[in-house]
C-alpha cells in the first residue's frame, strides 16, 4: 500500500490551496482518513479527519477555512485550503486507515507535501 500527496507549493497570505492524497496497491478497506502538519520547529499536529461515514473534526486554528473531503471509489482524501496564513507553513502528511485483509488494519503516511505561505 502507497499513499501519494500532491498539491503543496507556494502561495501569498488569503490565497488558497488544495492538497490530494491517493491510495494505491492492495486494500480491503478504508477507515478513517487523516492530514496532520509540522512547521519547523514544532510538533506534529492534526489538521482535520474524516470517518468512512463522512464526520468530520477540524483543529481550532483551520475551522471554517479548511475542508477536508474524501472519494472512496476513487481512494483519495483532499484538503481544501482557503485563506491561508503565514502560520500555515509547514509539511502536510496524509494518513489513511486501510485494512488490507480481514485481519491486518495499519496507518499508512503519505509521504508529505510542503506549503508554504508568504506574508
Known amino acids: 500500500v502507497q499513499l501519494q500527496a500532491s498539491g503543496g507549493g507556494l502561495v501569498q497570505a488569503g490565497g488558497s490551496l488544495s492538497l490530494s492524497c491517493a491510495a494505491s496497491g492492495s486494500i480491503f478497506l478504508i477507515g478513517d482518513m487523516a492530514w496532520h502538519r509540522q512547521a519547523p520547529g514544532k510538533q506534529r499536529e492534526l489538521v482535520a479527519s474524516i470517518t468512512s461515514g463522512g464526520n468530520t473534526v477540524y483543529a481550532d486554528s483551520v475551522k471554517g477555512r479548511f475542508t477536508i473531503s474524501r472519494d472512496n471509489a476513487k481512494k483519495t482524501l483532499s484538503l481544501q485550503m482557503n485563506t491561508l496564513k503565514p502560520e500555515d507553513t509547514a509539511v502536510y502528511y496524509c494518513?489513511?486507515?486501510?485494512?488490507?485483509?480481514?485481519?491486518?488494519?495499519?496507518?499508512?503516511w503519505g509521504q508529505g507535501t510542503l506549503v508554504t505561505v508568504s506574508s
Open positions: 494518513t489513511f486507515q486501510i485494512t488490507t485483509d480481514p485481519w491486518t488494519s495499519n496507518t499508512y
